[in-house]
Nanobody
Framework: VQLVESGGGLVQPGGSLRLSCAASGMMFSIYDMGWYRQAPGKQRELVAAFTRGGTTTYVDSAKGRFTISRDNAKNTVFLQMNSLKPEDTAVYYC???????????WGQGTQVTVSS
């Protein structure tokens, strides 16, 4: 299983970024996909994820600004981030969790920096 994130970068406050996570080596449709982030000196936290049954969940700070989506035909999950704030600065990681056996996999992360 390989997860490759892309789309990070430097953006000004109020700007937008779209992160992508391309998955390979797995039956994408049976995995719950999610985005996590880790800021310097802080624990990794859930940002947004698809949960069992296809519903979505978001960290409170992301609600109304971020949207998670997936394209099963392209084995890709996205995170659209709007109205970015400096506190969104972190390394963003993609996670895949199997709905069959619970195994999980992580991508290598992509840096998002929100700064003027």
């Amino acid at each position: 299983v390989q997860l490759v994130e892309s789309g990070g970068g430097l953006v000004q406050p109020g700007g937008s970024l779209r992160l992508s996570c391309a998955a390979s080596g797995m039956m994408f449709s049976i995995y719950d996909m999610g985005w996590y982030r880790q800021a310097p000196g802080k624990q990794r936290e859930l940002v947004a994820a698809f949960t069992r049954g296809g519903t979505t969940t978001y960290v409170d700070s992301a609600k109304g600004r971020f949207t998670i989506s997936r394209d099963n035909a392209k084995n890709t999950v996205f995170l659209q981030m709007n109205s970015l704030k400096p506190e969104d600065t972190a390394v963003y990681y993609c996670k895949a969790a199997s709905t069959i056996d619970g195994r999980s996999f992580w991508g290598q992360g992509t840096q998002v920096t929100v700064s003027s």
